[in-house]
């Protein structure tokens, strides 16, 4: 094992950008943990933020690394940029799929292998999950459908009881669908944000009673615990129905569920 100092990092990092012929801008930099924990944020311009139904989501490129051990030297795609301990957890709980690391031993250097070839596929998929919430863009989803599809997504089968708790949940994210934070309730994409913000800001991840320790529990909810699980598994679910060509199928199903419970609310 051999520490590398954070400005060696960061020379080889910006040195290779500037051999791609990129344009760029440190965000941010800094450390943490004592010196334990080193940071940094980059947007690579023109890729910094892409308009998508109207809505601006920012894309960054995060670089970290340990000299304790507990980290690799990373350089991940992050919707989210670092500034302190909570956003260095949570950027890495959002990461895509591909980043660049160097294991740092004595013959390692600091080359950065593959870096061009791993650029290339974060872009890529920064477009392909650009095309996604396009997709969901394009397929209409009025309030009665979104309530069918998220007690569908809920997992609770037909002729099952479905609990008061998770009735609620599907009434409370249907309702979003329209009153949602930019939503109009008229898509797929207006559902997905609903579930976004009830698993964020919402009581997805626990009522809010002010104090500083129910604060913290939301955020540990929503960007590393349940409400994490679940805004990832939507995007998976709706994905999936498209694809099998079952979104009319999975609507009659929640119908279903949410008849049973209502005939047992009113009974």
Known sequence: YCSIENGRLMEAVCGHLDNEGLGYNIQTAGTLKDGKLFFATIIIDGEEERLINGDMFKFYLNVIQSHDGSYSIMMYDSNMRIVCANTFRASL???????????????????LEHASETLASIYAGRDVFVQLLQRFASVECDAVKAEQLIAAWNGVEVNCDLSTRAFNTIVSISDLHTTGIGNNGETLYDLFNAVTQYYTAGDGTGRDNGTVKRNWSKFASAEFGTGADKKASIAHWLTKVLDDNTLNEEARKGELIMADKRELINA
């Open 93 to 111: 709980s959002d990461q895509g799929d591909i980043n660049i690391k160097i294991r740092k031993t004595k013959n390692a250097g600091l080359a």
